[in-house]
């Protein structure tokens, strides 16, 4: 199962911290992201946020990345993605799978 970094950030005025807003929104998406990730069999493996950079990052581990794709496609995951300034997707794989290559 291939593993997607999401790497996104987004402007101060941005940040659900002061933004009413965006803040509605994120707790909107939080409380509908364990059915979207269900529906297309992804599964978040971690989140990490860097405050003061206004930096997220999430880990998903996905049937294929078509999978991913189509959990992407979502209408409440656009919606989030498009309020980001930057948003990067990578797939990666764990330091064993690296290894594996090397032998």
Known sequence: MPLILK???HSPE???LVNEKAKKMNLELMGKLGELTKKHGVKIVGSWTVMPEHLLVMVYEAPTYE???KFGMEPDIVKWIATQDTTEFKIAMTTEESMKLLK
Request: glycine share 0%.
């Open 14 to 16: 941005n940040c659900p």
């Open 67 to 69: 999978a991913f794709q």
């Open 7 to 9: 790497i996104s950030r």
